[in-house]
């Protein structure tokens, strides 16, 4: 089955309080399943952006989770900005990456805005590809008036109401735009003026609404911080209209005024593609592909490679035993298992997710140390024999890690067999299978490094450790 993956990336309402940011930021990591990317604060714009992604529930539900802790800390009528907002968490836009379509986005976002109404009393607008009405699918205009003017005008006005909620704003949260859109650039260029009205010009060559590139949203804003007037920009699909083909006509433009280029920024994340097409055009390299950057052909092979690779390392006999790292595969498949079973009842369980990566990088760890004893057992002695010593009690060490960490897997999961529906117990009763026999297996591995440990006081430890096992 193709992996089902989506990003979100929110912006709150808040820049310039780090410990509110904070916040935000570990109501996201609250949720199983989630990864989270990044953060970008600023002051002038008194505005955050988080980027995190993952499987569509747990995503969902960590934008949840983040609109609930800006609605607790984010009051708008003490709140000033350059850039618009009409809500404490302003914007929510969900991404596809993997598997799903901008269709099945769309779909989470109405999910998602009814739960915010719910959850919350915070009214929903729909935006870009999730917008139930053709005149909201631009942001800009669902913001026109930004919190002030349409608390207001939403009173009298009807075609101001919210797709979801009341027709009146949220007293201190004001309203969130959610919406399902493609990869997005956040872009920023500085000018090296003060003068905004320079920066208004430019954002008004610049964007398509006023006449310029296609794909291209710009506003121009004053950064009184730095002393500098900003451009600030969304790419809307950088294929389309290029990163550096905007940043030439920005350029251009200021030359006009006299202006130079001070410096741009990117907030959030930006798709490695866009970067490659610059390179393709400022270096006009005729033999550029993807596979001429290193990080690109490096992940390329890893991925190649992935779990035929494994298996061709579980196979190999030059260094012994592999009993440690099958077992440290089969714990962290039973934790994934786990992490998905419990995101699908909606019942989030962060030790899995915990198990999970800890059993993860026992596998990188367990390949590790046996090729240390393999190459200990080719020094000649006593070095040698020494270093081999050292070398079986450290793998040893970590199989009975393993095993440990398998066992308290396996209560947990028979924990969760009581507090679920009957439907998962046929997924519960394969991760608890697959949790057991990491645990028997990293116990045999165990076995097989200290059988060569001379140490009386590490084997006395061991065994004592081992036993308790056994006999739960």
Not at 22 to 29: C, K, M, S
Not at 81 to 98: K, S, Y
Not at 137 to 147: A, H, I, K, S
Not at 382 to 407: I, S
């Amino acid at each position: 089955m193709a992996r089902r993956l989506i990003e979100c990336v929110p912006n709150f309402s808040e820049g310039r309080d780090p410990e509110k940011v904070h916040a935000l930021v570990a109501a996201v990591r609250s949720v199983p399943g989630v990864v989270f990317l990044g953060q970008e604060l600023d002051a002038d714009h008194n505005r955050s952006v988080l980027t995190f992604a993952g499987v569509p529930e747990a995503v969902v539900e960590a934008a949840l989770r983040a609109v609930g802790k800006a609605v607790e800390l984010i009051d708008l009528n003490e709140h000033s900005g350059v850039h618009p907002r009409i809500g404490a968490a302003d914007v929510i836009p969900f991404v596809p990456i993997e598997g799903l379509t901008l269709e099945d986005c769309a779909h989470l976002a109405h999910q998602a805005g009814l739960e915010i109404w719910r959850r919350f009393q915070v009214p929903v607008y729909f935006y870009e590809a999730a917008a139930l009405r053709p005149e909201r699918v631009n942001l800009e205009d669902v913001r026109r008036g930004q919190f002030e003017g349409l608390r207001e005008e939403v009173l009298t006005d009807s075609e101001r109401a919210p797709d979801v909620g009341d027709p009146r704003l949220h007293p201190t949260a004001g309203a969130a735009a959610v919406g399902a859109r493609k990869v997005l650039i956040a872009f920023n260029i500085n000018l090296s003026t003060p003068d905004v009205e320079v920066a208004k010009k430019i954002a008004r060559a610049v964007r398509f609404s006023s006449g310029g590139f296609r794909y291209v949203k710009a506003i121009g804003v004053p950064l009184a911080s730095r002393h500098l007037a900003q451009v600030s920009m969304n790419l809307t699909d950088f294929e389309q209209t290029p990163v550096h083909r905007v940043f030439e006509a920005v350029r251009a433009e200021a030359a006009r005024y006299g202006v130079g280029i001070a410096g741009s920024e990117i907030v959030g994340l930006i798709p490695r593609r866009a970067l490659e097409m610059a390179a393709e055009s400022y270096l006009r390299c005729e033999n550029f592909t993807p596979d001429a950057v290193l990080e690109d052909r490096l992940a390329k092979e890893r991925q190649e490679g992935g779990w035929p690779e494994l298996l061709e390392a579980l196979a190999a006999p030059e260094h012994g035993t592999q009993a440690a790292t099958a077992a440290a595969v089969a714990g962290a498949l039973a934790a994934a298992l786990g992490t998905g079973i419990a995101a699908l009842a909606q019942q989030p369980e962060p030790d899995f997710e915990t198990y999970r990566r800890h059993l993860g990088e026992a596998i990188e760890r367990q390949r590790e140390a046996l090729e240390v004893v393999a190459a200990a057992g080719k020094l000649p002695p006593p070095e040698g024999e020494e270093r081999l010593q050292e070398a079986l009690k450290h793998a040893a060490t970590l199989a009975l890690e393993v095993a440990e960490r398998a066992y308290h897997l396996v209560v947990r999961l028979e924990e969760l067999e009581h507090e679920l529906p009957a439907r998962f117990s046929a997924d519960l009763a394969a991760a608890r299978a697959l949790a057991g026999a990491a645990k028997t297996a990293a116990l045999a591995g165990v076995g097989r490094h200290v059988e060569g440990v001379g140490d009386p006081g590490f084997l006395e430890q061991m065994l004592e450790r081992m036993g308790a096992l056994e006999s739960e």
